[in-house]
């Protein structure tokens, strides 16, 4: 994505090496209004990404429009399409609807870790340990039409879902 800005979105269980490998590169990213949402924002705002607060849940239609408004202004988005309280791998409509409204292409990132702590929380959140091995599987761009419709709109949700969990099984299977 020479010089374009795009969406990028992976699970919000890798989101450690997620948003580390998209800093730096005139992100935004949306981060909940939690707690848990405070400290990412912290960490975050030290990889030098724009935040937008804000979910699916509270304050989504505003955030979507400081989103909109960073991709006109040439900042790309990373965003964790399952969060911030899953299902863990089931996409929810931000990503695909920032893209279309953005007119900003969609890249999909699963992402693999050999050596990592896994939590017990939703998104079985994956802290990489010193020396692994990463790997990511990127998608090919996604172009999402301005003129879907509602029905259209919510197949290639679906679409992208599926496309993001094999993505993520093979960059997993590639470590």
């Given at each position: 994505?020479?010089?374009?800005?795009?969406?990028?979105?992976?699970?919000?269980?890798?989101?450690?090496?997620?948003?580390?490998?998209?800093?730096?590169?005139?992100?935004?990213?949306?981060?909940?209004?939690?707690?848990?949402?405070?400290?990412?924002?912290?960490?975050?705002?030290?990889?030098?990404?724009?935040?937008?607060?804000?979910?699916?849940?509270?304050?989504g239609n505003d955030a979507l429009?400081?989103?909109?408004?960073?991709?006109?202004?040439?900042?790309?988005?990373?965003?964790?399409?399952?969060?911030?309280?899953?299902?863990?791998?089931?996409?929810?409509?931000?990503?695909?609807?920032?893209?279309?409204?953005?007119?900003?292409?969609?890249?999909?990132?699963?992402?693999?870790?050999?050596?990592?702590?896994?939590?017990?929380?939703?998104?079985?959140?994956?802290?990489?340990?010193?020396?692994?091995?990463?790997?990511?599987?990127?998608?090919?761009?996604?172009?999402?039409?301005?003129?879907?419709?509602?029905?259209?709109?919510?197949?290639?949700?679906?679409?992208?879902?599926?496309?993001?969990?094999?993505?993520?099984?093979?960059?997993?299977?590639?470590?």
């Open positions: 994505a020479n010089n374009q800005n795009f969406v990028v979105a992976f699970w919000h269980g890798s989101m450690a090496i997620g948003w580390y490998l998209h800093r730096n590169i005139n992100c935004s990213a949306l981060v909940s209004k939690s707690k848990d949402g405070d400290v990412l924002a912290h960490i975050l705002k030290k990889w030098n990404y724009k935040i937008v607060r804000g979910s699916s849940h509270i304050g429009v400081m989103l909109l408004d960073l991709i006109n202004d040439k900042y790309s988005l990373a965003i964790t399409p399952d969060g911030p309280t899953g299902p863990i791998h089931k996409m929810k409509a931000g990503a695909v609807i920032t893209a279309k409204k953005g007119n900003a292409p969609l890249i999909l990132a699963g992402i693999g870790c050999d050596r990592k702590i896994v939590f017990k929380s939703w998104d079985k959140f994956e802290l990489p340990l010193p020396f692994s091995n990463v790997f990511v599987k990127y998608s090919d761009v996604i172009t999402i039409e301005q003129n879907l419709s509602y029905d259209e709109t919510s197949n290639m949700i679906l679409q992208c879902e599926e496309m993001l969990n094999k993505l993520q099984k093979e960059a997993i299977e590639s470590c």
